[in-house]
């Protein structure tokens, strides 16, 4: 049998395993990872991996360059614009592609992934060993931790790895801070050294990382308070004043300033005004009903951990109705029994503390750590998300341990009668409930295989959330890219659609993603039928290619100005802020008008595309789209050969440059060919005009845009490349205030 401390407040430190024990129980913990998780390896890159792995520069090569990038960008750079700061999960991620020589092969970021998981797992086991003194106990907690199906978010799916890597850097410096309340002099100082060092890379990881602080507060107050003597709260705070308590939490504010510097240098320049209401609507609800509709979440996050049978990767409107907004009576009803559960576990916390200490850990551990992203303080990117539970669930875990442990114990009294068997019996409830997560967890493992196997079980768990819908037509016309994908996409989708317009939404609780989707597939859909011959029902799929990606526009325009309004009051000035927009709304509404032929409209398109994204050659490549056919070919020239200017390789935009000098009557055309390489006539005065046309528009876009030092570089690389006068590019940036469409 284990051995128990009877009073851990009264500082009795019990006696601690072996090394050998404590290895072979991380061993098993890493076979029973290994088979939870050992479908997960040839998992795609799916959801936001395509994105913060495949298409960020800075992962392309170890440079000095990339370096920096790193550590001044935000997250998502330059994918979207974002308060994010999590320059070492980034740096793993450069490791994997570069170092390693991963690239876009998903294997080898799931293996490392698999490895944070299962050192998080044993690390699990030594602190809560240390905290409780209790091997069997800590050894269940970190199975049940290792195998529990809600973490399959957090590991299977790569970027998952910021919570794994904040959650390492937490229980690195639990760990520290254990120690250091064991050692004296210089061993001391080392141990607090680590926790600091620990909090600050966790910080870098993941916002989340500051929740060291908890894990801190919560020995200081379960366990190292009550050694200090004392009878009132006065006497255990005074005496805690003049032990070595306060070393401990000044080695922690290197990091809570990290933390708030960053934050606050993002949030200064950041153009993102807050959050999505379809994506969380609690950040449009009031006071009240955001708190009861958090509560409910937290209920529901409650209900996944005992019961984790129905997962998603997406929650958003309107799976989780708001409190009283509408909602069945009982949704309302949920919210109220949620409020009772978790009052009822924190009173008896709260009750236990001096004689449960484990108990009380565990409740208030997965209560404080969930705070963040609860909703019921400040309003996160979305409503409810299984990634969330990755950290708290260790106190869940404990909690459950502790249950199962008397459970199984009493269980085995009445089906054992061999009392020497009893023992070893009672370990069989923990044990059964260990192997069936650890099921149920590598049968998830299966659903983010690809995006279609993704978003097909996220349908079916949340049929009410739009974004399902959404994913879900992403995938089935990324899997086929032929007509009845395309018709498979839009019968999907439009369900989303349905969501939306359930009931009218106002237009700061509106989405402008599936507007640009749905706009995009009638699209293409019109460009399929007109293939066929049939012009009149083309005409019609591009008409209502128009009128949903002009929806979209609406909530564009709304972004763009509460994004300022929110600058503003940061303390940025007015002049000083660009355009905030979705280009790619933009790009096919033009793409449609100019299938309707309605060129004025799609060159005004166009040019709004230049002005959010200035380095962008679909703004470029419209407008001279919708120039030629209007008449104007030498206008479009121009257009066109600034997206030559940006892409010089692009093979459809030296065609288009051709039919433009072909239609201006140039003979010979001033272009040249030899194989598959074009070039310019640079003796042709046409050409050299409009190539320092083209140089000076992208140079004032740029600066309008406020990418001053964008701006710059350019202006530098072409008066040597191109030999462009420096006076032909304008003066610098102007004060004017950016338009819009």
Excluded at 108 to 115: E, K, L, R, T
Excluded at 644 to 649: A, G, K, R, S, Y
Excluded at 676 to 704: F, I, K, T
């Amino acid at each position: 049998m284990e051995s128990t401390p009877s009073s851990p407040q009264a500082g009795i430190r019990p006696a601690s395993p072996s090394w050998q024990t404590l290895a072979g129980i991380a061993l098993l913990l890493g076979v029973a990872t290994l088979f939870t998780y050992s479908n997960s390896f040839s998992a795609g890159l799916t959801l936001d991996n395509r994105v913060v792995i495949g298409q960020d520069p800075r992962l392309k090569a170890w440079t000095l360059n990339n370096l920096r990038l790193i550590f001044t960008e935000n997250y998502w750079w330059p994918s979207a614009a974002s308060d994010l700061f999590r320059p070492l999960t980034t740096l793993s991620y450069l490791v994997n592609y570069s170092v390693l020589g991963c690239r876009d092969n998903p294997a080898g970021y799931h293996w490392v992934n698999f490895m944070l998981h299962w050192a998080n797992a044993c690390l699990v086991l030594v602190v809560l060993n240390r905290l409780t003194g209790r091997i069997r106990l800590s050894g269940f907690a970190a199975a049940l931790f290792a195998v529990h199906p809600v973490n399959v978010e957090s590991v299977t799916n790569i970027v998952g790895r910021a919570d794994l890597l904040a959650t390492l850097s937490i229980l690195i410096g639990g760990w520290c801070y254990l120690r250091s309340a064991e050692s004296g002099g210089w061993r001391r100082i080392l141990w607090l050294a680590g926790l600091g060092i620990a909090a600050c890379a966790g910080v870098l990881t993941k916002e989340s990382a500051v929740m060291i602080v908890v894990f801190v507060g919560l020995y200081d107050l379960l366990w190292r308070l009550p050694r200090l003597g004392g009878t009132t709260w006065r006497e255990q705070l005074s005496a805690a004043a003049r032990s070595d308590i306060p070393w401990g939490w000044l080695a922690l504010v290197p990091a809570v300033v990290l933390l708030f510097w960053a934050r606050h240098k993002l949030l200064y320049t950041s153009p993102v005004y807050g959050q999505l209401f379809v994506d969380n609507p609690i950040a449009r609800a009031t006071p009240i009903q955001g708190f009861l509709t958090g509560i409910k979440v937290i209920g529901r996050y409650l209900r996944l951990l005992v019961l984790p049978h129905t997962l998603s990767c997406d929650y958003s409107y309107n799976q989780i109705p708001l409190f009283g907004d509408g909602a069945p009576w009982w949704e309302d009803l949920e919210a109220w029994i949620a409020l009772g559960v978790v009052g009822g576990l924190l009173w008896a916390a709260v009750r236990l503390w001096r004689t449960a200490a484990p108990f009380t850990w565990g409740v208030m551990f997965f209560f404080i750590t969930i705070l963040p992203t609860s909703n019921l303080f400040f309003p996160i990117g979305s409503i409810m998300g299984e990634r969330f539970l990755y950290l708290p669930s260790i106190g869940f875990c404990l909690l459950a341990a502790l249950a199962l442990r008397p459970m199984g114990a009493a269980l085995a009294r009445r089906c054992i009668p061999n009392e020497a068997w009893r023992d070893r019996a009672a370990l069989a409830l923990p044990a059964v409930v260990v192997a069936v997560f650890a099921l149920r967890a590598h049968v998830r493992n299966a659903d983010w295989h690809d995006d279609i196997s993704l978003w097909k079980s996220a349908v079916a768990a949340c049929p009410d959330s739009f974004k399902t819908h959404k994913g879900y037509s992403n995938a089935l016309w990324d899997a086929g890219r032929n007509e009845t994908a395309i018709d498979a996409a839009i019968a999907r989708i439009e369900i989303g659609l349905g969501v939306l317009d359930q009931r009218p939404l106002p237009e700061e609780r509106r989405d402008n993603t599936l507007f640009h989707d749905l706009g995009m597939y009638y699209r293409i859909k019109g460009e399929f039928v007109a293939r066929r011959g049939d012009a009149a029902e083309a005409r019609r799929f591009f008409e209502k290619s128009v009128a949903i990606l002009s929806r979209g526009r609406e909530v564009d325009r709304w972004v763009d100005d509460e994004s300022h309004r929110a600058s503003i009051k940061r303390g940025r000035r007015r002049e000083d802020l660009a355009d905030v927009g979705n280009p790619k709304i933009y790009w096919q509404l033009g793409l449609a008008l100019v299938q309707l032929g309605r060129w004025s409209e799609a060159e005004e398109a166009g040019r709004y595309i230049q002005r959010l994204a200035p380095a962008e050659v679909n703004g470029y490549m419209l407008v001279g789209a919708a120039l030629f056919p209007a008449g104007h070919p030498d206008k479009a020239a121009v257009q066109t050969m600034t997206a030559l200017v940006l892409q010089p390789l692009n093979e459809e935009a030296w065609i288009n440059l051709e039919r433009c000098y072909r239609a201006m009557k140039l003979d010979p055309v001033p272009i040249t060919q030899n194989g598959s390489a074009h070039g310019l006539d640079m003796s042709n005065a046409v050409v050299g005009h409009d190539l320092v046309e083209a140089c000076a528009m992208l140079v004032r876009n740029m600066e309008e845009a406020r990418q001053i030092e964008q701006a710059r570089a350019f202006r530098a690389m072409v008066t040597t490349q191109y030999h462009v006068p420096p006076e032909a590019l304008g003066d610098g940036p102007s004060s004017r205030p950016p338009a819009r469409l």
